[in-house]
């Protein structure tokens, strides 16, 4: 069944299954998803307000224009999305112990958003924009890191040699996290 143009909220019935769904223009909103599994949905321009979508099972969902606000994706493995066509951008979520793996993420925006003990590897963020994020223990390995812009957010720690950072942008607060590498004692 496809769905179109459709507003889910907890008074409204929601879809007997998740998997094999077309979801395009939709909003989703305070609701509890924890844990279900979508394989093979497609999410096309939607909208999740005030969800929690932690450990949701992503394996080939097609996230397509799919913007998420103060949402809950703990635990979510977005390198299990197909690629085609791959665009989010999330705002006051918390993505803490998230993975990207192989993702075209450029462009994308990340805005104070708790993105703790998250994995980028092997990403495209060319331009992305990391805006007042907490990415303590965040890994980062194998980007193209780009123009991006870091200057807002805090306790990165990145290896600039395993990542290309060319035109990146990082304040004077993040020089420690980008000279970890070097195990040297740096005084402010």
């Given at each position: 069944m496809d769905y179109y143009k459709q507003v889910f909220t907890p008074l409204v019935e929601l879809p007997d299954q998740w998997v094999n769904q077309e979801f395009e223009h939709c909003t989703f909103k305070k609701l509890d998803l924890s844990r279900i599994e979508c394989t093979n949905s497609n999410f096309i321009n939607c909208r999740f307000?005030?969800?929690?979508?932690?450990?949701?099972g992503l394996g080939n969902v097609k996230l397509y224009d799919v913007s998420f606000f103060s949402c809950k994706l703990a635990y979510v493995d977005f390198g299990q999305c197909n690629a085609f066509g791959f665009h989010v951008n999330?705002?006051?979520?918390?993505?803490?112990?998230?993975?990207f793996l192989n993702r075209k993420l450029k462009k994308a925006k990340f805005v104070d958003c708790s993105i703790i003990e998250a994995h980028f590897i092997r990403c495209e963020?060319?331009?992305a924009l990391f805006k007042n994020c907490n990415l303590e223990f965040a890994k980062f390995?194998?980007?193209?890191?780009?123009?991006?812009d870091f200057s807002s957010?805090?306790?990165?720690?990145?290896?600039?040699?395993?990542?290309?950072?060319k035109k990146a942008k990082f304040s004077?607060?993040?020089?420690p996290?980008?000279?970890?590498?070097?195990?040297?004692?740096?005084n402010g």
């Amino acid at each position: 069944m496809d769905y179109y143009k459709q507003v889910f909220t907890p008074l409204v019935e929601l879809p007997d299954q998740w998997v094999n769904q077309e979801f395009e223009h939709c909003t989703f909103k305070k609701l509890d998803l924890s844990r279900i599994e979508c394989t093979n949905s497609n999410f096309i321009n939607c909208r999740f307000d005030d969800c929690n979508l932690t450990r949701v099972g992503l394996g080939n969902v097609k996230l397509y224009d799919v913007s998420f606000f103060s949402c809950k994706l703990a635990y979510v493995d977005f390198g299990q999305c197909n690629a085609f066509g791959f665009h989010v951008n999330f705002q006051e979520c918390q993505l803490d112990n998230t993975a990207f793996l192989n993702r075209k993420l450029k462009k994308a925006k990340f805005v104070d958003c708790s993105i703790i003990e998250a994995h980028f590897i092997r990403c495209e963020l060319v331009g992305a924009l990391f805006k007042n994020c907490n990415l303590e223990f965040a890994k980062f390995d194998g980007n193209d890191l780009t123009q991006v812009d870091f200057s807002s957010s805090y306790n990165i720690e990145l290896n600039p040699d395993e990542n290309k950072v060319k035109k990146a942008k990082f304040s004077l607060q993040n020089l420690p996290g980008l000279l970890t590498k070097y195990d040297l004692i740096i005084n402010g």
